[in-house]
């Protein structure tokens, strides 16, 4: 159990009841009245010995709070509890003060010298609407008398807590082709072929769109009915979702609204992909992607530091010049438009791109000052994501699909 920090005397009003005490006692000296000084004695007793007693039963209480998750989602609901233990003199009146959800409990004869518990116990609920790592002051406790002449006011040794509000994913919803996960290319192509598979991965049904050379025919001579192969990706040929935090200096603070739907955006796109076969991640501020695959071994990691990404207008752009070897696809996931974005997303040699942003940053339903955006190929978390063709080859090369 933990102590409490120094606590703080407010006794402004025992300290009236005590100079009321002295000037009653004075009066009886002057004018010989005997039946005065015991009144006198009791109001100076009860201003000094008032706050005495409260600062003891201070000394001697503590609170905890026990919050058991490390790691919350944003804006789901979080259930605290705060321990609070009396001391030998116990405590004739209490307030624990919650920072955490800015509530006041009062506790009322639960830890009363005679008949009070030795524990008690309050239960909180409260919600993170942002994501990042929040730092949660140490509740405080108010031990006060019931003529309330004085009170005193500590806050627990414990110091901050520190919990971790991971951004809120949400499922990725398909526009056109059937709603599927395939693209819809401005050239009017759309891919065959998911991640560039390469190795056989087992079988699953059939899907509207599969090429002939992916159909088990074998499971079709049995009578099981269309079944189709479903083949590994190659490391390079994954799908790769790329966040860029820049926001646009005219956007003030709404940028930050701005960055937090890019980054929940981001977060869905990754289980989306990885789910689906695995898929890349790469973060402002790093050289090289994050693998992330099916069984998600690498995921939380990530995800911590999707939590804890700031962006901004000075904040640097992603790495993407060492990226042009890759053949997969390129979800580019942009805060907000800014300069220069098309040359950026025009990676030689790159696979099929496609611009993820907030739909605040859509001028006319499409993304402001880009160039050569198709209609929408998918929405996620308030974001909207706009096929933008293959990157510059060499030749011609049939686009890719997204994920398999």
């Known amino acids: ?10 006794a402004r009003r025992a300290a009236a009841v005590a100079l009321c005490g002295l000037v009653l006692g004075l009066v009886s000296f002057v004018f010989d009245a005997a039946p005065l000084f015991v009144p006198a004695v009791g109001l100076i007793a009860l201003g000094a010995g008032t706050p005495a007693w409260l600062w003891l039963a201070a000394q001697g209480a503590s609170t905890r709070r026990h919050l ?7 804006d789901q609901p979080v ?3 705060i321990e609070v233990r009396r001391g030998p003199l116990g405590l004739p009146g209490a307030q624990v ?3 955490f959800t800015g509530s006041r409990f009062e506790l009322s004869g639960e830890l009363a010298p005679l008949r009070g518990e030795r524990t008690t116990n309050v239960r ?3 919600r993170f609407a942002r994501r990042g790592l929040h730092r949660l002051p140490a509740p405080a406790l108010t031990v006060r008398d019931p003529l309330e002449l004085a009170r005193v006011e500590a806050i627990s040794a414990t110091g901050h807590q520190q919990v971790l509000v991971l951004p809120r994913t949400e499922p990725v919803r398909w526009l056109g082709l059937g709603a599927s996960r395939r693209l819809s290319l401005p050239d009017g192509h759309a891919g065959s072929e998911a991640l560039a598979a390469v190795d056989l991965d087992g ?3 059939y899907r509207t769109g599969t ?6 025919w074998p499971a079709v001579a049995r009578g099981a009915g269309l079944i189709e192969r479903r083949l590994a990706a190659d490391s390079d040929a994954r799908p790769l979702v790329i966040l860029d935090a820049r926001t646009r200096a005219a956007a003030g603070h709404a940028g930050l609204d701005l960055l937090d739907a890019a980054v929940r955006a981001a977060a869905s796109l990754v289980l989306e992909f990885a789910r689906a076969g695995g898929c890349g991640l790469l ?4 050289q090289r992607p994050t693998t992330i695959d099916r069984d998600l071994i690498s995921w939380p990691a990530a995800y911590a530091r999707l939590a804890l990404v700031e962006g901004g207008s000075g904040t640097r752009a992603p790495a993407v010049g060492t990226l042009s070897t890759r053949g997969g696809a390129m979800i580019y996931v942009a805060a907000s438009p800014v300069e220069r974005l098309t040359a950026i997303l025009s990676i030689p040699g790159a696979g099929p791109t496609v611009l993820v942003v907030p739909e605040a940053e859509l001028v006319s339903g499409h993304p402001r000052g880009v160039r050569g955006a198709a209609r929408p190929a998918l929405a996620v978390s308030g974001c909207q994501g706009f096929a933008l063709g293959a990157g510059r080859r060499q030749g011609r090369t049939r686009p890719e699909d997204l994920v398999a």
Do not use: K
């Open 79 to 81: 259930e605290a509890m």
């Open 1 to 10: 159990m933990q102590s409490m920090g120094a606590p703080r005397l407010f």
């Open 283 to 286: 973060l402002p501020g790093e």
């Open 97 to 99: 003060v919650d920072p």
């Open 124 to 126: 909180v609920n409260s």
């Open 211 to 216: 090429p002939a050379s992916r159909i088990h």
């Open 68 to 74: 058991p998750p490390e790691r919350v989602i944003e």
């Open 203 to 205: 079988l699953r049904p």
